[in-house]
C-alpha cells in the first residue's frame, strides 16, 4: 500500500501516516488512525509487511475492513505561506521518490502569510554590508520628513566619552542596570563587545507584531577593482544569500537619489495597496 505507513498499537495495525499528495490522499478513503482489519475478508495481522503480501497476491478488486478513527470531520481551514527555499526535487538526485518532494510537516521551509489591507509600518529596519550606504540613506529620509520619521537611540554601559551627552547618540546606564532591563525583557536585542552591553536592532524584529517593520536591504554593484568595494559587495551578496527571504525589499545602490527614490516609492505603496504579512501579525 504506498503511501501509507503503520504502526502497532494494542496488537492492531493502525494507520500512522498518509502521503500528502499520494493516491491515497487524494481518494479520501483511509484516514490516519484508522485500523485495518481485514483485507477481501482475510484477517489482516499486526504486522505491516504481512499486509503487504496479502495485497501483492490479491487479484482484482480490494475489499478492506476498517475501523474508522472516528474523528469529527472538519473543513480545513485555507492558508496561504510563503516559500523560504528555492528547491526543484527533479534536480536533487540525492532524493528517492522524487514525486514525494518535501514533506510540509516536518521542514520549517514555509511561512505562513495573510492578506491585510493597505497600512503604514511602524519601523523601517535597513540591513546591509558596512560600506553600502545605509547611514547616507536614513539620513536623507530623516531630513526629508523629520514629523514622520525619526531614529532610535541605542544604549550602552560603557562610560560616556568627553563629548558624548546622555540622550543625543546614546544613552548610558551602568551594567548592573542593563543586565536587569535585560533580565526582565526590556530590550528587543542586545550583545557585548568590549566587555560592555549594548543594544542593536536586527532581523529578529521582523517577527514581531508591534513593530511590524518593513525589512530593507542594500546591496551595492560592483564598479571598478577597488578591495575595500569589493569586501562590501561579496558581503551583501552573502547576507542576500543567508537572509534574502526576509527582505521586503532589496535596493540597489547605484547612487543614494536613485536609492533614496526607490524608499520612498516603497513607504508610499503601503498606504495604497494590500499587503501579504506573517499570519502572527493577524492572529
Known sequence: MQGVTFRVENSELVIARI????????????HVGDIIKEVNGKEVDNDPKVLQEMLKEASGSVVLKILPSYQEPHTPR??????????????????PCKEAEFDRHELRIYEEV????????????????????RRSLKNKLLVSDPHRYGTTTPFTSRKPKVDERDGQMYGFMSRTEMECDIKNGRFLEHGEYDGHYGWKMALSVRFSSYLSPLAVTMLKCMLGSDSELKRTVDESERIK???????DLCIVNDGLEAAFRSLRLALEKLSMENQWVPVSWVF
Do not use: E, S, W
Request: aromatic fraction near 12%.
Open 78 to 95: 485555507q492558508a496561504f505561506v510563503k516559500c523560504h527555499f528555492d528547491y526543484d526535487p527533479t534536480h536533487d538526485n540525492l532524493i
Open 241 to 247: 544569500r543567508a537572509y534574502g527571504h526576509y527582505f
Open 19 to 30: 502521503l500528502h499528495g499520494g493516491m491515497i490522499d487524494q481518494q479520501g478513503l483511509l
Open 114 to 133: 495573510a492578506k491585510v489591507p493597505p497600512f503604514r509600518r511602524k519601523t523601517l529596519v535597513l540591513i546591509g554590508a558596512q560600506g553600502v550606504g
